[in-house]
Nanobody, 117 residues
Framework: QVQLVESGGGLVQPGGSLRLSCAAS????????MGWYRQAPGKERELVAS????????RYADSVKGRFTISRDNAKNTVYLQMNSLKAEDTAMYYC??????????WGQGTQVTVSS
């Protein structure tokens, strides 16, 4: 069955960096557009970055453009999110999933990112 396992979150000071990873299984990873989403308390989940199946194109939300970089390794069924110049407003639970989601209603456990001094 579909499984998405996010990792790499943590507490970081403003201006710091984190690299998130997402290990995928249970579907043909290399054929899916993959994305990173985030959900802050009291807010709806939003897509922050996506990458085409072969990794040839990317898209970013305006709020993270120039600071976040999505990448993937299809041989390892893994997608990454490099986050630099982190801001307090980046604090959220971060999830990976297909774009659109691989299976309706399914989300992994996420990884918490907290940006605070």
């Amino acid at each position: 069955q579909v499984q998405l396992v996010e990792s790499g979150g943590g507490l970081v000071q403003p201006g710091g960096s984190l690299r998130l990873s997402c290990a995928a299984s249970g579907f043909t990873f290399s054929t899916y557009v993959m994305g990173w989403y985030r959900q802050a308390p009291g807010k709806e989940r939003e897509l922050v970055a996506s990458m085409s199946s072969a990794g040839s194109s990317t898209r970013y939300a305006d709020s993270v453009k120039g600071r976040f970089t999505i990448s993937r390794d299809n041989a390892k069924n893994t997608v990454y999110l490099q986050m630099n110049s982190l801001k307090a407003e980046d604090t959220a639970m971060y999830y990976c999933n297909g774009y659109p989601p691989i299976r309706p209603g399914y989300w992994g456990q996420g990884t918490q990112v907290t940006v605070s001094s």
